[in-house]
C-alpha cells in the first residue's frame, strides 16, 4: 500500500482521524514536512513486520558469509549439538531438584 503523502499541519488538523485510520485499516501516512526528513507513521503491525524483515535479511547476509567462508555444519552435526544440549540440560535440572 503506497502511503498518503500529508504535511504536519495536516496531521495535527486530525491526529486522532489519521491514527485510527492506521491503526484499524493498516494506512500508511508519508508525513513531509517543510525542508525536513520525511517520515512514516504505520501500524504496530506493519513496523513489526518490517523489523522481522530486517532481521531475516541480515541473518540471510551472515549465513552467506558463513557458507563463504566455509562456516557450516553437516545436519548430523547439528542433530548431535542439540542431542548434547538437551542431554546437558536434562542433567542440570537432575542437579536443581536433588
Known sequence: MIPKTITPTELRQ???????EVATKGHRYLITPDGGEAVVLCSRDDYNALIAERQLLRDLRQSEADLAEGRIFTTAEVRRSIRERAAKKKVEEQRRKA
Open 14 to 20: 486530525n491526529v486522532y482521524g489519521i491514527v485510527r
